[in-house]
């Protein structure tokens, strides 16, 4: 199946979504509110790998497993260690391509505002300082930097592994915004 553009009708109504792109894109926030339209449970997988000071969670891979084989979900396309998995039992795939000025303005923007406010995210971790973007190379935003052309590698390896699945591209807010106001629930009638 090619690339469906945000306009493009859904063939079936999803209850399997995973949302992908690359740090900061807002794929978190899309998830969630897709998971709202469909009135499907929203699993943030960064709360299941990450655990007390950024360590991996040794239940990861058995969490995303279990929450997989549930007949309705929405995540992020996240962690290589389940991709697979997710990729297998989703039955929908919205790829959030936004421009990297827009992508690296909302990651340097988010990290700024979590470090200030000393935002707990996952299981007691903070956001480092802004500062340590210098002397840490996985520091959030010199991550979406450095990775920010796997993902459309990563899209065409599912396009070649999932030709059946469809694979919504969004290249903007304004279009996620119209995708969630009119194509998604246009979907709803539409039977699995």
């Given at each position: 199946m090619p690339l469906l553009s945000p306009a493009?009708?859904?063939?079936?109504?999803?209850?399997?979504?995973?949302?992908?792109?690359?740090?900061?894109?807002?794929?978190?926030?899309?998830?969630?509110?897709?998971?709202?339209?469909?009135?499907?449970?929203?699993?943030?997988?960064?709360?299941?790998?990450?655990?007390?000071?950024?360590?991996?969670?040794?239940?990861?891979?058995?969490?995303?497993?279990?929450?997989?084989?549930?007949p309705a979900w929405t995540t992020e396309w996240q962690y290589s260690s389940v991709r697979a998995l997710l990729l297998e039992r989703a039955d929908l795939f919205v790829w959030l391509d936004l421009p990297t000025h827009t992508a690296m303005r909302q990651v340097i923007g988010r990290t700024l505002r979590r470090s200030l406010r000393s935002e707990e995210l996952w299981n007691g971790n903070l956001e480092p300082p802004l500062h340590t973007v210098f002397s840490d190379p996985e520091h959030v935003v010199r991550w979406a930097w450095s990775r920010r052309h796997k993902t459309r590698q990563r899209i065409s390896a599912a396009l070649e592994t999932r030709p059946d699945l469809p694979i919504v591209h969004v290249r903007s807010h304004r279009d996620s915004q119209a995708w969630l106001g009119e194509v998604l629930p246009q979907a709803l009638g539409k039977s699995l």
């Open positions: 493009d009708p859904l063939p079936a109504r999803p209850a399997r979504v995973v949302v992908a792109g690359t740090s900061g894109v807002g794929k978190t926030t899309l998830a969630a509110r897709i998971a709202d339209v469909l009135r499907v449970p929203h699993i943030e997988i960064d709360a299941l790998y990450h655990g007390p000071g950024w360590t991996p969670r040794d239940s990861f891979i058995a969490d995303v497993e279990a929450f997989t084989a549930e």
